[in-house]
C-alpha cells in the first residue's frame, strides 16, 4: 500500500508538474507594457511555488513508503517535535511569502497607484447587461453628460448609454460597440456600469477591473502590439454572462485617427 | 529521554507529572472539578449559564458591530450620480423623536427593576437550601412583583418604540426614504427583537414560578436574562449615540 | 483496563428517553444530533454533487436534453452553480465537519456527558434543517433558484428585475442563509462553552486532542463571522422587499430605472467576505484537526509540534479576520489596501505551511498503518498542499489582474476548501464510524473509494488551474461565445468525464455506509488502538457517554511507542503515565 501511494502521489505530482513546464496552457501572449512584469513575477512564482508542491509531495510519497509498518520496522520514534525545527521553517515560509510578495508589489504601485499621464486616450466603457459600450469625447475632449432616464438599450450606439444629445459636450461624442485604441499610446478607461456589476477583462492586456455601479473607475494600460483581442465579462452579471463579450482592436494611431474621424463623420 | 513509570497509583493522581510539567488533574489547569455528571450542582450550572450568555452576547454584538460599520460607510461614502456625473451624498440627518428619550429612561428604570428581581430570586435561591432543613423559616420576605414590574415596562418600552416609528413616519421619514432612516428603523428594530426575546424569558421564568418549579432553575433563567436585559439597555444606549451623535 | 481508567462516580440523572420522538427526533443527546447533522449534510453533499454533474454536462453538450430535467439552459446553469455553490458551503462544510462530528465526539474527547446547553443543541439542528429546506425550496418557485453565485453581489442579487430567480427564489436564498446563521450562532455558543467549561478532570487545553482545538477554534470564528453575515442577509432582504438603499445605487435594469439610490455594491462584499473568509477556516479546520489526530494515531508516533500545530491554527482563525479584501482586488476598492490585505495574505501562509511540516514530520520515523481513515487522510495532506500552493499566486494582487474570477481560482478553492474538507470528513467517517455504529467498515471498498477519489480529484482540478491561466473566466455556462474558449473545449471534456468518474466511486462510499451498518464486522472498543477518551468507553457509546463514570486525564492526546510502555499506546486516561523528557 505504501509503494502504491508513493508512486500515485508520484505520478499526480509529475502529471500536474508536466503541463506547467510544457506551457500546454499558458497564459495569452501578452501585448500591454504591463505584461512582461506581471509574466516575469508570475514565473517567480511559480517556480517557487512547483519547487514547494514538488518537493512536499516527493516527500510525503517518500515517507509513506519508506515508514510504512511492517515486521521488519523498527518501533515508531518517540519524538514530540523540535522548536529549532519550528522556528526555522517559520523563519523561511514568512521570508518567502512576504519577500514573494514585496516584489510583486512595485509592478502593482505603477499600474494602480499612478493615475494615467496626461497624453492618455481616455476612453469610457459602460457595462450592461450584456454588452461593453465605448466612449470616445472626440475633438473637444469632454464627455458630454448621460442621463439614465434616456437610457435605451434596444436602440443600441449612444441610446444605450442615455447619451444626453442636447449637451454641447456630447455633440461629437463617439459610441461603439468595438473598442479602438492606438498602439504604443496609454489608455485611460473610466469603467462604469449600467445595472449590475460587470467586469472588464481583456487577459492579453493583463487587464481586469470590474465595473460597479455607482462608481466611475479610473484605470489604465498601454498596448504595445497591434492586433485584436477579445474582451470578456469576468463578473457574474446575469443569464448572458457567458456571452458579454467585445473587441478590442489595438491599430496604428494614424489607423485610429482615420477610425476616429470616419465615425465623426456618421453622427453628422 | 522519555521513560515509563508503573510505580504512581491512582489514589494520588496529583503527584503525577505529565510531560510539559502540566500537573494533570488540578484546578484550575483542567476542566472543573466538579463531577458535574447528570444534574450538576447549582453553582455550576449558574457559571455555565453565564458562560453561555457571555458568548451569546458577543454573537450579539457582532451583528451590532457589523451594522454599526455599515452605518459608518454607508454614511460616508459618496456615490456616483449619473445624472450629474458628480459623487453625490444622499444621507439626510433625521431629528429623532423626543419620545426616544422617555423611551430610554423607561428601560433603564426596568434595568434596576430587572436588578432587583435579580437578587430577590437569587435570595430565594440561597434560603431555599436553608429552609429545607426541617425546622427553619425564616419568615415571610417582602414580595414586591420585580419580574412583573420589569416585564411590564419592557412591553412600555417597545410600544414607546413603535409610537416613536409612527411619529418619524408621520414626519415623511418611511424605511426607505434615506437611508438614515434605514437605519433607524433597522436598529431599533433589531434591537427590539432582542429586547423582546427577554421579555418572553422573563415569562418563561414567570410561568416556572407560577408552576412551581425549582426555584434554582428559575434563578438561573433569572439570572441570565438579567444580565442579558443590562446588555440591551447597555445596547440601547450605544444605539442611541451612534443615532444622535453619527448622524 | 476497564473501569479502572475511570474515577467512580456514580451518574444521577440524565436517562435515555424512550420515545421514538424524544430518542430519535427531538432528541438532546448531542449524538443523536450530531448525526441528524451528518446525515443533512449527507443528502446535502449528494444534492451538491448532483448539481454538479448537471453543470459539468451543460458545458460539453449546451444542447442536449436530459431525462425529466430536460435541456438545461443558460440561466438554470447559473442557478445550478449558486445553489451547488451554496448548498456544499454551509450544509455540507460547515454542517458535517462542526456540527456533526464535532456534535458527536467533542463532549466524548473532553469526557463530558453531553453539550452545555443541550436544548439549545438540539434547536441548532432543527433550525439549520429548517433553513435547508428553505434552500431547496428555492428550486419549486416560480422563476426557480436564485443565479447569483453562492457570493451573491448586488445589484444583481438585490433586484427582482435582474434575471429569472431573482425574485421569490433569491428571497429564499438569503432568507435559508439568515437561518443558517441563527443555527450556526447557536451551535457556536454550545461548543465554546462545551470546551471552556465541561473538560473533565484532567484534561488541560493543553491536552485536549487537536480535533477539540480545531472545533473549539471553528465555533469561536463561527461566533465571530456568521453574525455579520446574518447582518448583512437582513440588510440585503431589506433593500430586496422593502426598498432599501443599502448595497443599491442608482441603476437602470431591464430598461427600468430601479427605485434605489446611493447605495454601495462594496459595502455588501466587504460585509460578505469579512465572513467569508474565515468561512473557508470554517470548513478546512476541523478537518487540519482530524487529519492531525489520524496522521499521528496511524503512524504510532506523537503529533510532531503539538503546540506549534495549536498556535497556528490560532493564528490562522486570528488572521482569518484580517485578509477578506484578497476576494476584492479587481473589485474597485483602493489599491492601497489591496496591498495591505495582500501581505496579511501571505502571512496566512505561513501557519498553514508549518502545519504541513509538523504532518510530514510526524510521519517521518513513523510506523504507518494503512487502514483507510489514514488513506484519506494521507491525502487530505496531498490535496492541501496542492491547493495551498496555488495560494501565494491569488494573494499577489498582480497576479490576480490575470487569474482573479477565473477558473484558476475555482481550482484552487475547490482543492484546498472543497475537496480537503471533504476528504477530512470522510477519514472523519472511517475513523469514527466503529464509534458510532459499533461495527467496522468495509476495508476494500473504502480502499476503492479512495482510489477513486483521490485520482478523481486530482483529474477534475488540477487541469481548472491550466484553464483559468488560459484567461477563462468562472461563471461560463456556455464556451461558444468566446473565441479563445473553443481551444480549451477538450479540457473542460476532460475534466466532465472525470466527474462521471469520481461521482461514480462516491456510490461505493453510500454503500459502504449503508452496508457496514448492518453487516459490517462487529468492532471492538478501540479498534484503532487510539489514545482518545472516546475509546475508551463501550461502542456505540452508552447515553451518558460513560456509563455512569467520569474520566480522569492523565496524559497528553497523542502518546504512541512510549519507550518502556507495554504496548505502543498510552491512552489519555491510563494513571501510568509518561514522564517528562
Not at chain 1, 217 to 242: K, N, R, W
Not at chain 2, 224 to 231: A, D, N, S
Not at chain 3, 184 to 211: E, Q, V, W, Y
Request: one cysteine or more.
Amino acid at each position: 500500500m505504501g509503494l502504491v501511494l508513493l508512486i500515485i502521489i508520484w505520478l499526480i505530482t509529475l502529471v500536474s508538474t508536466y503541463f506547467f513546464v510544457a506551457k500546454t496552457w499558458w497564459l495569452p501572449v501578452g501585448a500591454s507594457a504591463a505584461a512582461a512584469g506581471i509574466d516575469h513575477q508570475f514565473a517567480t512564482t511559480y517556480i517557487l511555488m512547483g519547487i514547494i508542491f514538488v518537493a512536499a509531495q516527493v516527500f510525503l510519497g517518500l515517507f509513506v513508503w519508506k515508514y510504512r509498518d511492517r515486521d521488519s520496522a523498527a518501533k515508531a520514534r518517540y519524538t514530540h517535535g523540535n522548536n529549532t525545527l519550528e522556528i526555522i521553517w517559520t523563519v523561511l515560509t514568512f521570508i518567502l511569502f512576504v519577500g514573494l510578495n514585496l516584489m510583486s508589489s512595485s509592478i502593482w504601485a505603477s499600474e494602480r497607484f499612478r493615475p494615467a499621464g496626461p497624453g492618455a486616450l481616455q476612453v469610457e466603457v459602460t457595462g450592461m447587461q450584456f454588452a461593453w459600450y465605448f466612449r470616445y469625447a472626440g475633438p473637444d475632449g469632454k464627455f458630454g453628460a448621460t442621463k439614465p432616464e434616456l437610457i435605451d438599450a434596444s436602440a443600441g450606439g449612444e441610446a444605450a448609454i442615455g447619451l444626453d444629445t442636447t449637451d454641447a459636450a456630447s455633440k461629437d461624442d463617439v459610441v461603439t460597440g468595438t473598442m479602438y485604441v492606438p498602439v504604443n499610446r496609454e489608455v485611460e478607461l473610466i469603467l462604469r456600469a449600467q445595472d449590475v456589476i460587470h467586469s472588464f477583462f481583456v487577459p492579453a492586456m493583463r487587464f481586469k477591473q470590474d465595473a460597479v455601479p455607482g462608481l466611475a473607475i479610473h484605470m489604465h494600460f498601454t498596448p504595445i502590439s497591434i492586433g485584436d483581442y477579445e474582451i470578456a465579462c469576468a463578473e457574474l452579471c446575469g443569464l448572458g454572462h457567458y456571452k458579454m463579450h467585445g473587441m478590442l482592436k489595438v491599430v496604428s494611431q494614424a489607423e485610429f485617427d482615420k477610425w476616429l474621424a470616419a465615425r465623426e463623420a456618421e453622427k453628422q | 529521554m522519555a521513560s515509563f513509570t508503573t510505580t504512581v497509583s491512582i489514589s494520588d493522581p496529583s503527584t503525577v507529572l505529565g510531560r510539559n510539567d502540566i500537573p494533570p488533574p488540578t484546578r484550575d489547569g483542567g476542566g472543573d472539578d466538579h463531577f458535574d455528571y447528570g444534574s450538576p450542582d447549582f453553582p455550576v450550572r449558574l457559571r455555565r449559564a453565564r458562560l453561555g450568555l457571555a458568548v451569546g452576547v458577543t454573537g450579539i454584538v457582532m451583528i451590532f458591530v457589523s451594522f454599526t460599520s455599515a452605518y459608518l460607510v454607508r454614511q460616508g461614502l459618496p456615490t456616483l450620480d449619473p445624472r450629474t456625473d458628480t459623487l453625490v451624498h444622499d444621507w439626510l440627518p433625521v431629528q429623532l423623536p423626543r419620545l426616544l428619550l422617555i423611551n430610554t429612561v423607561v428601560l433603564l428604570i426596568s434595568s434596576v427593576t430587572m436588578e432587583l428581581a435579580r437578587r430577590q430570586v437569587a435570595r430565594e435561591a440561597t434560603l431555599a437550601q436553608v429552609t429545607s432543613i426541617p425546622g427553619v423559616s425564616l419568615g415571610r420576605e417582602d414580595k414586591i412583583p420585580w419580574l412583573a414590574l420589569t416585564v411590564v415596562l419592557g412591553l412600555s418600552f417597545l410600544t414607546g418604540q413603535w409610537m416613536a416609528w409612527r411619529e418619524l413616519a408621520a414626519s415623511g421619514f418611511y424605511v426607505a426614504t434615506s437611508p438614515s432612516s434605514s437605519f433607524i428603523y433597522l436598529l431599533t428594530g433589531m434591537h427590539g427583537l432582542h429586547l423582546l426575546g427577554g421579555v418572553f424569558a422573563l415569562l418563561a421564568a414567570g410561568a416556572a414560578s407560577l408552576l412551581r418549579r425549582p426555584v434554582e432553575s428559575r434563578s438561573i433563567v433569572l439570572d441570565v436574562t438579567g444580565w442579558y436585559w443590562h446588555f440591551m439597555a447597555f445596547l440601547w444606549i450605544y444605539i442611541l449615540c451612534l443615532l444622535e451623535f453619527a448622524r | 483496563m476497564a473501569t479502572r481508567e475511570f474515577a467512580a462516580h456514580e451518574s444521577h440523572a440524565h436517562a435515555a428517553p424512550q420515545g421514538f420522538i424524544r430518542k430519535w427526533v427531538f432528541s438532546l443527546d448531542h449524538k443523536v444530533i450530531g448525526l441528524q447533522y451528518y446525515f443533512l449534510a449527507l443528502t446535502a453533499v449528494f444534492v451538491g454533487m448532483f448539481l454538479s454533474l448537471l453543470m459539468r454536462i451543460h458545458l460539453i453538450w449546451p444542447s442536449v436534453a436530459l431525462p425529466l430535467i430536460g435541456e438545461i439552459k443558460p440561466e438554470t446553469y447559473l442557478s445550478l452553480l449558486t445553489m451547488h455553490g451554496t448548498i456544499m458551503v454551509f450544509f455540507v462544510l460547515t454542517t458535517a465537519p462542526q456540527g456533526g462530528f464535532g456534535n458527536y465526539f467533542l463532549p466524548i474527547q473532553i469526557g463530558a456527558a453531553d453539550m452545555a446547553f443541550p436544548v439549545l443543541n438540539m434547536l441548532s439542528f432543527w433550525v439549520t434543517f429548517l433553513a435547508y429546506l428553505v434552500m431547496l425550496g428555492a428550486f419549486f418557485v416560480t422563476g426557480g433558484a436564485p443565479l447569483h453565485g453562492w457570493t451573491g453581489y448586488p445589484p444583481l442579487s438585490a433586484l427582482p428585475s435582474a434575471g429569472p430567480g431573482e425574485g421569490l427564489g433569491a428571497d429564499l436564498w438569503v432568507i435559508s442563509i439568515a437561518l443558517f446563521c441563527i443555527g450556526a450562532l447557536m451551535s457556536a455558543l454550545n461548543f465554546i462553552t462545551t470546551t471552556l467549561d465541561m473538560r473533565c478532570k484532567g484534561m488541560s487545553l493543553m491536552r485536549m486532542p487537536l480535533t477539540c482545538w480545531a472545533w473549539f477554534i471553528t465555533a469561536i470564528l463561527g461566533l465571530l463571522a456568521f453574525g455579520v453575515l446574518f447582518s448583512a442577509g437582513i440588510l440585503l432582504l431589506l433593500d430586496r422587499n422593502v426598498g432599501t438603499s443599502f448595497f443599491v445605487p442608482l441603476v437602470t435594469v431591464n430598461g427600468q430605472l430601479a427605485a434605489h439610490k446611493g447605495g454601495s455594491p462594496l459595502l455588501w462584499q466587504h460585509l460578505f467576505w469579512f465572513f467569508g473568509h474565515p468561512e473557508v477556516y470554517i470548513a478546512i479546520v476541523p478537518a487540519m484537526g482530524l487529519c492531525s489526530q489520524l496522521v499521528s494515531a496511524f503512524s504510532r508516533k506523537p503529533i510532531f509540534g503539538y503546540k506549534a500545530m495549536v498556535y497556528a491554527m490560532l493564528s490562522i482563525g486570528l488572521l482569518g479576520f484580517m485578509v477578506w479584501g484578497h476576494h476584492m482586488f479587481m473589485s474597485g476598492m483602493s489599491p492601497y489596501s489591496a496591498f495591505a490585505f495582500s501581505v496579511m495574505t501571505m502571512v496566512i501562509g505561513v501557519p498553514s505551511a508549518i502545519k504541513t511540516f509538523n504532518w510530514l514530520g510526524t510521519l517521518w520515523g513513523g510506523r504507518i498503518r494503512f487502514s483507510s481513515p489514514m488513506l484519506f487522510a494521507i491525502g487530505f495532506v496531498s490535496m492541501f498542499v496542492s491547493g495551498g500552493i496555488s495560494g501565494p499566486f491569488l494573494a499577489q494582487p498582480v497576479l490576480d489582474i490575470p487569474l482573479h474570477d477565473t477558473y484558476f481560482v475555482t481550482g484552487h478553492f475547490h482543492l484546498i476548501m472543497g475537496v480537503a474538507s471533504i476528504f477530512g470528513i470522510f477519514a472523519a467517517t472511517y475513523y469514527w464510524f466503529p464509534k458510532m455504529f459499533g461495527r467496522m467498515m468495509n476495508e476494500s471498498l473504502a480502499r476503492w473509494h479512495f482510489w477513486f477519489t483521490f485520482i478523481g480529484a486530482y483529474a477534475i482540478f488540477m487541469p481548472m488551474h491550466y484553464l483559468g491561466m488560459a484567461g477563462h473566466p468562472r461563471r461560463y455556462s456556455q464556451l461558444t461565445e468566446l473565441n479563445y474558449l473553443h481551444a480549451l473545449v477538450p479540457l473542460q471534456k476532460f475534466i466532465t468525464y472525470a466527474a462521471f468518474v469520481t461521482i461514480a466511486g462516491q456510490f461505493i462510499f453510500l454503500f459502504n455506509l449503508f452496508w457496514s451498518m448492518k453487516f459490517g464486522k462487529k468492532a471492538s472498543d478501540n479498534p484503532w488502538e487510539a489514545t482518545t477518551l472516546e475509546w475508551t468507553t463501550a461502542t456505540p457509546p452508552p447515553h451518558d457517554n460513560f456509563g455512569g463514570h467520569t474520566p480522569v486525564v492523565y496524559n497528553g492526546p497523542y502518546e504512541y511507542s512510549v519507550p518502556g510502555a507495554p504496548r505502543d499506546y498510552v491512552m489519555q486516561t491510563d494513571p501510568t503515565t509518561v514522564a517528562a523528557h
